[in-house]
Nanobody, 125 residues
Framework: QVQLVESGGGLVQAGGSLRLSCAAS????????MAWFRQAPGEEREFVGK?????????YVADSVKGRFTISGDNAKNTLLLQMNSLKPEDTAVYFC?????????????????WGQGTQVTVSS
């Protein structure tokens, strides 16, 4: 059993910044992948970014947020951060933290085992 809790969402003007945090608890020793997804109203859930290596701290973010969003964490396995800069109205969505038992998970939401409840990010123009 793993629990994921997102925090840090809110309302921000275009060009502003927010930092989202995902805290994992429970059987966190079993986790080998963590990622961020987002879902806007009427849209499918899309990949935002993930940790690619727990050893090196390598990360990968989607092209749509590259150069603006950064993945990091004090503990790459149990805590995942999403620093969002230069926010745009099209970034408005519910942002979800996801985790999986398997390593090397990709970008499809279906491959992740655990999900948080999401945190709302609203960017006004």
């Amino acid at each position: 059993q793993v629990q994921l809790v997102e925090s840090g969402g809110g309302l921000v003007q275009a060009g502003g910044s927010l930092r989202l945090s995902c805290a994992a608890s429970g059987r966190t020793f079993s986790l080998n992948s963590m990622a961020w997804f987002r879902q806007a109203p009427g849209e499918e859930r899309e990949f935002v970014g993930k940790i690619t290596s727990l050893v090196s701290g390598g990360t990968y973010v989607a092209d749509s947020v590259k150069g603006r969003f950064t993945i990091s964490g004090d503990n790459a396995k149990n805590t995942l951060l999403l620093q969002m800069n230069s926010l745009k109205p099209e970034d408005t969505a519910v942002y979800f933290c996801a985790a999986g038992r398997r390593s090397g998970l990709g970008y499809g939401a279906a491959v992740y085992d655990y999900w948080g409840q999401g945190t709302q990010v609203t960017v006004s123009s």
